[in-house]
Structures are given as structure tokens and as C-alpha cells.
């Protein structure tokens, strides 16, 4: 079966057609982009979902992560998860889970009708016992699971190699790996005095995702753990790495995209971001973070979004949802709706600030508008989250104004000294 990206070295696949028309660029120029490998449609041929499109071209897309674990194993609440990631306005899910039935919960997150991402290593050291135990046919067995299963991308610490160990040696870190996919393969490598399989016989790994159509999303797994460590060498030996990597996998017709950077300083957002694109050629973007301090937890959602707006702004393609609950809990409902809400709110940010016809964007001036208005039912449909903003205004009743300054309401009282509403323009 011929890959997307050779079906559009050749000319328009469907799904292409479609995620351009989603997206309103040109169907020609996405299909460019495929075969570029600068955007990537994660869509397994074994199931069908929402088509979205990850990379040039394309609006920001959010990624919510689930999943039971050893200590919390409900499959039901991650259900839950799941569809009020949905509800809230996710591109993607991906399902982490390690704890119960793992076919049983990855077969409730492929029901879901948005591409699903998984990381295979968790499974296969949870059939071992210990990641010192897997070895190369256990993981690529896992891989060509999930492959089968229906999964659209997987996480492939492909970058954790023995280049990247020295590093750790030579630049040491407060925290040396935080990755749960990195921490389980230095251990196998380290335990069992190996390569990395997903580095030592990548191309074998290519073959299987060039045989079930699946996106590989080559992860982060030296990503720093603490803006302490963002100007450690390891990241970097990764992502050299990884940038060769990414073209082997486009040489062999396979979608990639790229993990990166975890806990960086803001100042040097933009220059991670541009680094990674530069070493890897434009491949599409996918960010755990940026979290840009490590002293709030509790609020990681909204250090994440600040730093996850900035990285979009200057070309990152792909969130990924940090939920209050990040370095503290397995998140409940509530957690992932507040995560959920608050990456697609730094999403919306960098799609806008990415270009000065951005900010200028129609429903931005409609706000005003209708704010200049003092148009509550326009505000609230307009708003990301209306019915959040509705409650809020309700507390204090059905006001003209709002309660914030009642009736010193600095809006009202310039119209009323101009003595007439602006006049209200068009998109
Ligand atoms: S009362 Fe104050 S905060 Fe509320 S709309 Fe008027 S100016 Fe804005």
C-alpha cells in the first residue's frame, strides 16, 4: 500500500483534500506539505475518524493525554476523560495508560473519534515486568499491536541513545531524565548493555509503520526536567539525532513529527522552537510544555499555556494539554477540562500572533464589538468557553453592565458622552 506521502508525491489523496478544505489552504499546496513532511495527518487506514492535520498550513492543534496507571486504574473515568477532552475542544488523544487491561482501555480510546496516539514502550515493559526485561521482539511486537489495533501515531523514544547517555555523563542535570518512555529505556540500555532497539534497527521500525500507515512522533525522552537543565548538552544530542532520523523516515515515505522541549525558560522558547525545526527541516511540532517555571504546581495548565502560546507563536504545531494536577496526581475529569481549555486558549493565541493579519482576526474584532455593546449574548457565543463566561456574568444577576463596575461602567459612560454607538463594521 503506497504511503500518504508518496500518494501525494503523486497528486491529492482524499484525506489530504479534506484536511486542506478543514483548514482553508490550498488542497495542492497541503499535499506539498505532506510530501515535504512538514504536515502530517495521522489517520491509520484500519479505522476512520475526524481527519486533523498537524503541521504547515495548519491552525495549532491540542493533544489531551488519559490513561489508568498502577495506583488509579478506572477504566470508566478515563472514558470520562476522554470525552470531556473531546467536549473541550481536542484535536488527539493519547492513551497512557499502565495500569489494567491495556487492550481493553486502548479499545475505548480508538472508539473516539479523533486520532489516537500511544507509546508502546509502557506496554511492552508492563507484559516484561521491568524494562530490563524487554528486548527488541518484545517492543517491535508491541509496536505492530498497536499498529494493528487501529492506533494513528506512537510516541518512539528513538533518540535515547547511547550518544545521548554520554551526554548525560559529561553535562549532568539535576534531573537526568523525566520522561517515563526515556527513563524505561536507559534502563534497558544501561541494564542490559544494548542500543536502543528504536535506534539501532530504525529501519526495520520504518518498515512497520510504512506497512500500517502510522505516524511516528520521535520522542523527547531527554527532554529537561526543570528550567535548571534546559542548557544541559542532552536535549541537543537528542535532537541532532532526531533530525537525522526524521529524514530517514521521510526518505522512507513514513510521517513524523517531532517531540520536544519540556521545561525551558521563556526567553528561550523561540530559540528551541527554531532550533528543532532547523535541525529537522520544518517537521511538525509537538510540544509537552513548555513549562516555563517549576515552582507552581497545581497551576502547571497555566505555565504551560504561557509557554505553549509563545512556543506556537514563533511555529510550534501541536500542544499538549498539561492539566493542574501535573507532577502531583493521576487527573480526574475536572483537571482534564481545565487543561483541556487552557491549551486550546494558547492554541487560539499562537494561531493569531503568528502574523499581524492574525491578530486581526474576525471574531477577535467581534468581541470588541459586541463588548463596545455591551452585547452579552454575543460575547458569550463568541467566547471559546460561553457558557463559563455566562455563569460568571449570571452571578450578579441579569445586569446591563456587570457587576465589575455596575453603574460606573466605563463602556456605557463614553457612549453615552459621544451620545451614539459606533457603528458596527463587518468581518
Ligand atoms: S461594568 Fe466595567 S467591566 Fe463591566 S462591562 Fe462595564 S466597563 Fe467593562
Redesign the pocket.
Known sequence: MPSLIHECLAGIPSVVDTVARMEGINPRTAARSVARGRLVIPANPRRSHRPCGVGEGCRVKVNVNIGTSGERCDLSLEEAKARAAIENGTDTLMDLSTGGDLAAMRKIVLSMDVPVGTVPVYEAVRRAGNAADVDSDLLFSVIRDHCRDGVDFLTLHCGVNRDALSALHSDPRIMPVVSRGGAFHVAMMVQREEENPLYAEFDYLLEILAEYGVVASLGDGMRPGCIHDAERHAKTVEYLTLGRLANCALDAGVQRMIEGPGHIPLPQVEYNVKMIKEITNDAPLYLLGPLVTDIAPGYDHLVSAIGGATAAMHGADFLCMVSPSEHLALPDVTDIIEGTRMARVAAHIGDISRTREGYKHPRERQMAEA?QH?DWKSQFSLALYGDHARSIHARDGDLE??S???EL????MVRDIFGKEPEKKQG
Open positions: 463588548r455591551l453592565t456587570c465589575m463596575c455596575g461602567c466605563a463602556v456605557r
